[in-house]
Structure formats: C-alpha cells, structure tokens
C-alpha cells in the first residue's frame, strides 16, 4: 500500500510538473510573439511621425554697416552659419558657441580680420544687389554695375587637444576677377546659373531686355583649384530669341537645372522652357499656361526640385503646382502632375486673404522632394511632392525674413529677419528641422504614384539606383503581390498532388508500402530549400525555357497515362493480378510516368517546329504579346510546390489515417463502396486536419524565402502571369536589408514589409483556427 502512495504521489509531481512546464513554454511563446510584434511597431513607427521645426539660437545683429543681408547659409555640421551682405561682406557666425554675440565674425578667404569678400580692385567696393544660389554651395553676386563674382563658401574641420573646430573659407571657383556674363556688359535685372565640373550656364535677362545664355566650358576642371586662379575656360556668348510675350513683357523669374539642360524663364503667368544643350542655337521647347483659380488670381513665383525634372509654380491664391515632362502620344510634354496648397488659417476670414496667402517664395532641398514655402503673410508650409504630404505648417517669425536658407542635410534652417522694434537690428534665427522620413505615407505605400518621368501613376517597388538623383519608390504593393502570386502557384501545384497521395496512402494503401512511404515523403521536408531554389533556378528554369512545350504536355500526358494505366489494371483477368503481390501495384505506374515524360519531352522539338515557327518563346513574346522570363511563375509554383507537399501530405495523412475504425466500417457494413465512405464519411470527419494542413503549406508558401530569391527574377511587377517573375515580401527583405542604411525610410519600410508578412501569417492562422474549429464542431458527433 506504502508503495501503491508513492507510485501516486510521484506521478501527481510529474503530471503536475509537465502541466507548468507546458503552460510555461506556451505562455513564452505567446510573449515571444508578443515582443516580436511590439519590435516591428518600435521600427515602424518613426516613419510615420509627423514633421517637427523647433528654434534653437537666436543671435542679434548689427545692421548698420554692412546693410541688406542678400545671403545666407550653413555647414552641414549646424554649427556654422552666414550671411552674405550688400556691403560685399560675408560674416559667420558660431551657432554652438555658449556666447555667439561675442565672437560672431571673425576671417574668411584673408588672413586679415577684414570680411570683405572681394580682393580684386575691379570688384571691391561694390554694392551687391544679388546673390543667385545654385543647388550646391556656389552663389553667384551680381552687383549694380553689372559685375559678377562666383564664390564658394565652405568649411573644414581641425583637431587639436581631441577638440573639433570648423573653420570657415571662401573659395573663388573662376578666380577673383569679376566675370563677363554679358558681351555687352549690361547690368542684369535676372540671373541664373547651374555647373558641374567641366561646364558653367548662366542665362539673364539684362537692363536692356535681351535674354542671354553663356557657357563658361574648363579646358581640364573647375574643381582642380580652390581658388580658380589657374582653371582655364572658354567662353561662348549667345542671344536668345524672345518668343510670344517675352519680347514685350518684362522676366520675373529665370531658373536652370542642374544639369544644365533646361532653362525656366516665367514672364507674368507663363512659364518658357528653353532647351541648352545645344552651344550654337538656344530654341523653346515648351510653354507651361498654368491653370489658375480665376482671373485675378496670377503666378507669384517658381522653384526646382531637385533631379532636374520637375517645375513647381506658386501663384497668388496660395496654390502650388507641379509640372514635369510626361511621355504622350503626341511625344513630351509638361503636365501638372500635383497642387498644394498653403492656406493661411489666420487670413482665410480676412477680405485681403488671396493677397495674405500669395507664395512669395520655393525653397527646395537640395537632395530629396520637400521643398518650402513662405506666403506673404510670412507662413511658412512643409510638402513632398511624390507622396503629396503636407508635412508642416506654422509662423517661423513675425515678419517676412530677408533670408530663407535649409541646411544641406534638410535636417535645419537658417532666417534672417529685421528686428520689428530696431530697424538697425536683425536677427539670425537657426532652427532644428526633425522630418527624416517625407516620402512615406500610407498612400505612397499603397496607393499609386506618379513618379517624375513615368507615363502614368503606378505601383513602383524600387530603393536603390546609381543616381544620386534618385528618389526611392517604396510601394508595397507589388512585393505584397507577389507574395500572394507566389503562394498561390505553389499551392495550385502542391495542393492536389499532397491531397490525393495522402487519402490514397491512408485509405488505399498497405500497411507495409505505408510504413516506407510516408516516413520517405516526410524526409523531403529536412531537405533545405535553398538547394531547392538553386536547382530551380540553375537547372530547372533554363530545362523549361528549352523544353517549354513539353511542360505543357505534361499536364496532359501525366494525368491521361495514370488513368489509361489504371483502366488497364482494371481489365486485366484476376488472374494475372493475383500474381502480382498487392503492395507493388503502385510500383506499375513508375514506369509509365517515366515514359509519358520521355515522350513529352521527344515531341517538344516537333510541336514546337510545327506549331510555334521553332520557337515557342518568342511566339509568346512576338505574336502573343506575353512577356516571358526565364525564371517565372510556373518555375517557383513547381519547386516551392515540391517544399511544401510533404507539410500537407503529412498533415493531412495523419488526419486521414486517424479517423476511427468503426465509421468506416459501420459505413461499409451499410453497403457503401469504398468510394462513397471516403468522401461521405472519412473526408468529412477528417477536413478539420486536412484544413489545417492546407493552411501550415500556405502559411509555409507566403513565408518562403530561398527558393523565390533563386528561382525568381526578383522584379516586383504587378501581373498573374505564369511566365513572369516577382519578389515576394521575404525575398525582398533578405536582399535589401544588408544593404539598407540603418534608421533609413528604407531600412524602416523593410520592417514595415516584414511586420505585413508577420500580418499575412497570422490572419492566415488565424481564419485556419477558426474554420477548423468550425469543422471539428460540426463532424465531432459522427
């Protein structure tokens, strides 16, 4: 008896121990996924915040001297600042300094204390009424007399004692003398300019009204001296012909790209479009009518993105619009692809409100979409213009600035404003800009999007170029696609072929043939899928391109040879077949499939002559119309199929085999075939496991990586296809995250790809607990 109560006790500790242990291991589980869900959304969210703008320093300046601020800038460390005067002076100052009023200027291109930019005694003492920025850090200052300086503000670093200090410079590109922009030399009235390093364009309008272009081209580069006092250029002067009302009106505008190919000149509210590539004739591509509100609504001003494609116009009512050349049947042409509108909350009530809300100036980045802008009301609004996003809106100042500069990384500006109280006073403003992730947005994700140079709004997955033009296209739309394409081939291949051989080794088959087949099957899932893809993609694809006809009559000849095997089998005499012992029956069709694929393959060539001119791909191609890759659909539904039959085949197998002895005999015992107790009473009773088989393949499908990174030609198109490729969301993540910038939109949108894969997962679980539940409910009684 005393051991009877030991044996008890010891076995109530271990049940007891097993339950916890159990209970334990699946609350670790579900915290585990908790905590993998809880990741994703800490990536995640940063893409999706919205855009900050705070002000940092405000520094007080003496106005007295040096007169109208015409310029302005900074470093990309922050810590720099600028401004560029009427005066001919070019002033830093410290932005992270713990007193910047003390030590605010101090020597630029000299080593003397003085700030005058200008050494040359043709320059010097000029009053400047223009400086004219190009995408880079040149700006060009034009004074009254028409002379003109290119400069070069920039900054390096120094280290000594472990401490980093940036010094200021000014570097003279074309050397110190003033440069002859017109032949004439007619002051100018507009002024525009664009360089790289063999080639400078200006394009004016002088005093006079002629609209000129000269090109300044280096003999060797004007990046090989910092000071330009050696760079050798040729000049070549050119008068461009005035269309329309260019020749009786007056430009208020002229921008050029930067690279250097097109010429924006905006006269009122008409926008000409000059190509420059040629050196001998400067002809009119385009004219842009913008659209306006009303007639007493006009153009106000212009601006450049970056990339050289797109045109903003800002006009009077606060609208700007975006223009970019779109390929049509009648060839190239502008477009307004976008609007935005900066409204004045303040001044929507008041009667002067157009006049309030008019765009007095574009400021554009320097490497991404965003660009700026200021109303005469001095508000201030945020946009990007691929996903259309009003990114901010707000009052930097109480009075319109005299500058308006953004850092070269975006993430600051840089104002300078007269002070409201003492006109002899003005005030430098630095302010940090918090907008790292612009382009994204939910509608970019998911919905199309008209990107610069495409025909027509699309569904784009593209990250990376060899531009650095480039903008990142970040649909997941595609990826998403062809996640579900990829599943679904794979299933449509795997579902039958896993189905039928588990109900046939179940229910058909001998013991003894079933104890060596199903462990034999079950052993193809330890096989790794990356040799999968790579026999799929190295051997596989290139055997169907070859042979692609044959692959056709395989879905033919497979089915029709079992059949035509087994209505044989059936008419044999009893004799014959009871000399052949049960278990090796199946073994007779292995033969006949080897040889109904040897005959698919030896009539490819002849179907292929006869029907398809010898070339059955480039019949789908020319004749059809159907693009064809060589590592398609039909490839990855083929080879990921044979990864996921044995998860299904086992599954379903088990749920088959399980289902109790006496139904089926109960229902054999009533006088059914084995026909009808197998679709009325064992498939029935076991579908909530076949069920949940199919749902673990197409979970394990929409998971797979190796084999669609292999046997795909990765290319993230939206089309159903079967001879076209795609990239699934898995593969696109296992390529792109090694190369990905951590804390990037597109690091981060990767993890938002995989958190919609996590997603895809567990709603596909999700509706297969459910419906097997359902199922388990409803035959639990038979």
């Known amino acids: 008896m005393a051991t009877l109560i030991s044996s008890n006790r010891s076995r109530g500790i271990k049940n007891s121990l097993a339950k916890w242990l159990i209970t334990l291991g699946g609350i670790s589980v579900l915290f585990t ?71 605010n200027q101090f020597s630029v291109g000299d080593n003397s204390l003085s700030t005058s930019l200008f050494v040359s005694d043709d320059f010097n003492q000029e009053q400047v009424v223009k400086v004219v920025n190009s995408f880079s850090e040149n700006k060009l200052l034009h004074t009254a007399k028409g002379k003109t300086l290119l400069i070069q503000p920039s900054f390096y670093a120094t280290y000594a004692n472990d401490t980093r200090e940036i010094i200021p410079q000014v570097n003279y590109p074309l050397g110190q003398e003033s440069l002859i922009i017109d032949e004439q030399q007619i002051p100018l009235s507009q002024l525009a300019f664009a360089m790289d390093d063999e080639r400078i364009v200006f394009v004016g309008f002088t005093k006079d009204k002629r609209l000129i272009k000269t090109s300044f081209i280096a003999e060797d580069d004007f990046s090989s001296s910092s000071d330009g006092d050696d760079v050798e250029y040729e000049t070549i002067f050119q008068k461009v012909e005035l269309f329309d009302g260019l020749s009786e009106g007056v430009i208020d505008e002229i921008k050029v790209t930067p690279d250097l190919s097109l010429a924006f000149i905006r006269s009122a509210s008409i926008v000409y479009v000059y190509s420059l590539n040629d050196d001998e004739d400067v002809s009119l591509k385009a004219t842009i009518r913008p659209t306006l509100d009303n007639d007493n609504t006009y153009l106000t001003s212009m601006g450049l993105l970056s990339g050289s494609s797109s045109v903003l116009l800002g006009d009077s009512s606060g609208r700007v619009s975006q223009w970019f050349e779109v390929a049509t049947d009648e060839g190239r042409q502008f477009k307004q692809i976008r609007s935005f509108k900066s409204d004045d909350d303040q001044n929507s009530s008041n009667n002067n409100s157009q006049t309030s809300n008019a765009i007095t100036a574009i400021y554009t980045e320097q490497y991404r979409k965003s660009f700026y802008t200021m109303t005469q009301s001095g508000m201030v609004n945020a946009f990007y213009t691929t996903s259309a996003a009003h990114l901010w809106q707000g009052q930097l100042t109480s009075t319109q600035p005299e500058t308006f500069t953004i850092a070269p990384r975006a993430n600051g500006l840089i104002v300078i404003v007269n002070d409201a109280l003492d006109t002899t006073k003005k005030s430098l403003q630095a302010f940090s800009v918090h907008n790292e992730h612009p382009e994204v947005t939910w509608q970019a994700l998911w919905q199309e999007v008209w990107y610069e140079g495409y025909p027509e709004p699309d569904y ?323």
């Not at 997955?461 to 998403?480: A, C, N, R």
């Open 33 to 103: 996924l908790v905590l993998i869900f809880m990741y994703l959304l800490y990536v995640v969210k940063p893409i999706f915040e919205s855009a900050k703008i705070e002000q940092t320093v405000n520094i007080s300046i003496d106005s007295t001297s040096n007169g109208e601020v015409l310029g302005s800038g900074i470093d990309e460390l922050k810590e720099l600042a600028y401004q560029i005067t009427a005066a001919g002076n070019i002033d830093f100052y410290h932005l992270k300094a713990s007193d910047p009023k003390a030590e």
């Open 460 to 782: 784009v997955w593209q990250s990376t170029s060899g531009s650095d033009d480039f903008e990142g296209k970040f649909s997941l739309v595609p990826i998403s696609f062809g996640t579900i394409k990829a599943a679904l081939y794979a299933m449509l291949f795997a579902v039958p072929i896993a189905l039928t051989a588990a109900i046939y080794t179940a229910y058909f088959m001998t013991p003894g043939m079933r104890k060596k087949v199903k462990p034999t099957i079950e052993m193809m899932e330890a096989l790794p899928t990356v040799i999968l893809g790579f026999l799929a993609g190295l051997w596989l694809a290139p055997l169907m391109e070859e042979y692609l006809p044959a692959i056709f009559l395989l879905f033919i000849f497979l089915p029709l040879a079992t059949l035509i095997t087994a209505f044989s089998w059936h008419k044999l005499p009893n004799q014959l077949k009871d000399k052949l012992p049960e278990t090796l029956a199946p073994i007779l069709l292995i033969p006949v499939i080897i040889l109904a694929t040897y005959a698919a393959f030896s009539l490819s060539p002849l179907l292929e002559d006869s029907l398809f001119n010898g070339d059955m791909r480039q019949f789908l191609t020319n004749d059809l119309g159907i693009n064809f890759d060589q590592r398609n659909a039909l490839v990855v539904g083929i080879a990921m199929g044979f990864a996921v039959i044995p998860t299904i085949f086992s599954m379903a197998e088990d749920a088959i085999f399980s289902v109790p002895g006496h139904l089926t005999s109960g229902s054999l015992a009533l006088g059914a075939t084995q026909w009808q107790t197998l679709i009325g009473v064992v498939l029935l009773t076991a579908s909530p496991g076949i069920f949940s088989a199919v749902m673990m393949g197409l979970g394990r499908a929409v998971g797979e990586t190796m084999i669609v990174l292999m046997a795909t030609g990765n290319t993230p198109i939206l089309d159903w296809s079967i001879f076209q490729g795609m990239r699934t969301l898995a593969a696109n993540i296992a390529v792109e995250m090694p190369e990905s910038e951590v804390g990037s939109s597109h690091y981060r949108i990767l993890f938002l790809a995989a958190f919609v894969l996590f997603i895809f997962t567990f709603i596909f679980n999700t509706v297969a607990e459910f419906v097997r539940q359902r199922l388990r409910e409803k035959y639990s009684s038979m």
